[in-house]
């Protein structure tokens, strides 16, 4: 149970538009595989910031990352996306699903980029995730044309289609009514529960955060606890 | 690199925009139907004036100029070997038209596997009788059957046939603008008067037009034995050999090897139309550029097209990259779509240039100096089409190249931050 999956070390970022603002001082934590990690902290504390970093879209910090060990400095953008397709899932908090896509064609993008599985197995297992999450209705239709609930619980699906080893959620409950977002919390902690999936979400819901297993709390760039 | 992928969702964002794709493919199948039509159309114009001048011009001619001799009596003397003889008023005695031994020439232009064939001949200056006056005119005497083989004698013949020639004796073919002169027609006897002063009846066997107005009006065609009669000459007084080769190109080369070796004149086809062929290559120039402009036009349709549709997906791009597809993909991506683009449009382009040369020549073009033309002349060369797709997927790849740099390169956190 004490595998772990990503390593923050000392990481700080600057931004230089117009004046130097250091906006991450030195930030260090791990997560275990299992996990259901949430960080909370007041806006501007730079919490977005962190988890692109630690998405391995933002490369431009100093410290070092380690997902599943392995150092992400100094390597270079291909791999990266390369690593992002096979070991991380993402949910934001605008949906962003491809809208020129059916449903079912956008869960399967990702998976057919990783060329793990023949097209069939892809879309095989693409169904099976929509089923879990109750959608598998509307797989068919166009991604616009979905309800934000709807996209959500989508774009949870494609953040599995290729089994991550952790699961980043940019407040993906902030655009939901209570209802819906109970329903992600619900989809979240049963993925941590039955299937073991690291989870670390970023959320201002204290309702929300409250239910994860631990709270990593920020404030002007630090972690003040863990 | 999943190619399969990377085409199904270059396909779906095409198709997602299909209207501002068509236009785009649209701009490219214009442009590359009018670069097939005007080549197709400027080609076959070149090849119908070529055909005017070049088809009828031996690519080597044998002759004689008249000049005076090269080595002057005072040459001969050695007292003076050693000085530079200043020589006025030399007259040019002694040199003839005819080519000297011109069988065993000709025996040896039979051997030379370079020469597709010759036709000797001679010319006569005479003056036509038309009641009491005299009209100025030439008679080209010619060997009438290897006249037809190289030089499409019979596309010239307006009526009459061109064995007559041979067969009846002292017969001729007039040029369409002289018969009208002598009133003359086919059947009718007419006569000229030679150099020398006599006058000999001709027995008129066809008619020809070539074209050229200044060589219907004065020149006429008789055999070679009725031309020698006409001179007074004996049976091997030739003036011209004139030789067509298997490759135009070395005409030049060949034409100085064959003034050393036969001791005669000789010119090539280069020199005796250079004008000529500057006329076609400016022709062609001139298409292509226009051409080639039309592609360059319809490049910057694509890549306004192109580079709205990435304003427009920054989103999806952001998307893409988040979930795992690298710079690379997405400039893939975009590519595909660019070249997609250029594809399907160079291909309609191909299609509508082939129909529309095929109506231009279906269009009737009847011109009395051209009697074997009836339509406007296309040329169907196949290269034309090759250039048109090799020139359309280019434009269209540099088009969407720098777009698809661009979109490589959108960073999906300041997108997603943007929201
Ligand atoms: N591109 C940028 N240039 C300059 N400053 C930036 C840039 N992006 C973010 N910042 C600043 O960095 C700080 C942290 O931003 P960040 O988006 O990480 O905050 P956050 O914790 O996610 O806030 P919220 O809860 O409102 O989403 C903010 O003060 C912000 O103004
Ligand atoms: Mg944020």
Redesign the pocket.
């Known amino acids: 149970m004490s595998e772990i999956i990503l390593e923050a070390q000392h990481i700080s970022k600057s931004?230089h538009?117009p004046v130097t603002?250091k906006?991450l001082n030195d930030i260090s934590f791990t997560i275990n595989k299992g996990e259901f990690v949430s960080i909370t902290?007041?806006?501007?504390?730079?919490?977005?910031?962190?988890l692109y970093i630690l998405s391995t879209m933002d490369t431009d910090y100093e410290g070092d990352l380690l997902i599943d060990k392995q150092s992400m400095k100094n390597k270079k953008e291909a791999d990266l996306a390369r690593l992002r397709n096979e070991k991380i899932g993402f949910v934001f908090q605008f949906h962003y699903l491809l809208n020129e896509f059916s449903v079912l064609q956008n869960v399967m993008l990702p998976g057919l980029k990783l060329n793990k599985y023949s097209e069939q197995e892809v879309e095989h297992r693409a169904m099976e995730h929509l089923k879990t999450l109750d959608i598998q209705k509307l797989y068919s239709k166009k991604a616009n044309q979905l309800s934000g609930g709807e996209k959500q619980r989508v774009a949870i699906a494609r953040a599995l289609i290729n089994d991550p080893y952790i699961i980043m959620g940019d407040?993906p409950t902030g655009n939901l009514d209570k209802k819906n977002s109970e329903i992600v919390f619900e989809i979240f902690k049963q993925l941590c529960d039955e299937h073991n999936q690291t989870l670390m979400i970023?959320t201002?819901d204290q309702s929300f955060s409250k239910k994860t297993n631990r709270i990593i709390e920020?404030e002007d760039g630090k972690i003040i606890s863990q | 690199m999943n190619y399969k992928l990377i085409i199904s969702i270059a396909r779906s964002l095409l198709l997602a925009r299909w209207k501002q794709t068509l236009v785009a493919a649209i701009g490219v199948t214009f442009s590359i139907t009018m670069f097939i039509t005007l080549l197709s159309f400027m080609t076959g114009l070149n090849d119908l004036l070529d055909g005017l001048i070049l088809n009828r011009s031996p690519h080597v001619r044998l002759y004689n100029e008249i000049k005076p001799n090269k080595i002057q009596p005072i040459n001969f003397s050695k007292d003076y070997i050693n000085y530079h003889n200043f020589i006025h008023s030399i007259k040019s005695t002694n040199s003839r038209e005819e080519i000297y031994n011109n069988g065993s020439i000709m025996e040896a232009l039979k051997n030379d596997n370079r020469v597709l064939g010759f036709a000797p001949k001679l010319t006569a200056q005479v003056f036509f009788n038309e009641g009491s006056i005299n009209i100025n005119g030439l008679i080209n005497g010619v060997d009438i059957i290897a006249e037809s083989e190289l030089f499409f004698f019979n596309d010239y013949l307006i009526s009459g046939k061109e064995l007559d020639l041979k067969n009846v004796s002292n017969s001729i073919v007039l040029g369409k603008g002289l018969a009208e002169k002598l009133l003359a027609n086919v059947g009718d006897v007419i006569q000229i008067t030679t150099s020398q002063g006599e006058i000999f009846p001709l027995k008129v066997v066809g008619l020809f037009q070539s074209g050229l107005q200044e060589i219907d009006k004065l020149q006429s065609y008789a055999s070679i034995g009725t031309t020698q009669k006409i001179l007074g000459k004996s049976k091997n007084h030739i003036t011209d050999i004139q030789i067509k080769l298997k490759d135009i190109t070395q005409a030049p080369a060949i034409a100085k090897e064959y003034a050393q070796l036969f001791q005669t004149d000789a010119e090539d086809i280069q020199t005796a139309s250079s004008q000529f062929e500057t006329g076609s290559s400016v022709r062609t120039i001139i298409s292509y550029s226009v051409g080639i402009t039309l592609l360059v036009v319809a490049g910057f349709g694509i890549y306004n097209i192109l580079n709205m549709m990435i304003y427009e997906k920054m989103d999806s791009i952001a998307i893409l990259k988040a979930t795992g597809f690298s710079g690379k993909d997405v400039n893939m991506i975009f590519l595909v779509i660019a070249l997609s683009i250029g594809f399907f449009g160079g291909f309609g382009g191909l299609f509508f240039g082939f129909i529309l040369s095929s109506v231009i020549d279906q269009i009737p073009f009847n011109t009395a100096a051209l009697p074997t033309i009836t339509t406007y002349p296309i040329n169907y060369n196949p290269v034309f089409y090759i250039i048109g797709s090799f020139f359309s997927l280019v434009t269209t790849y540099l088009a969407g190249w720098f777009p698809a740099r661009k979109a490589s390169k959108v960073d999906p956190v300041?997108i997603i931050?943007g929201k």
Request: aromatic fraction near 4%; charge should be positive.
């Open positions: 931004f538009d603002i906006v902290g007041k806006s501007g504390c730079g919490k977005s910031t962190l407040e970023v201002h920020m | 300041i931050r």
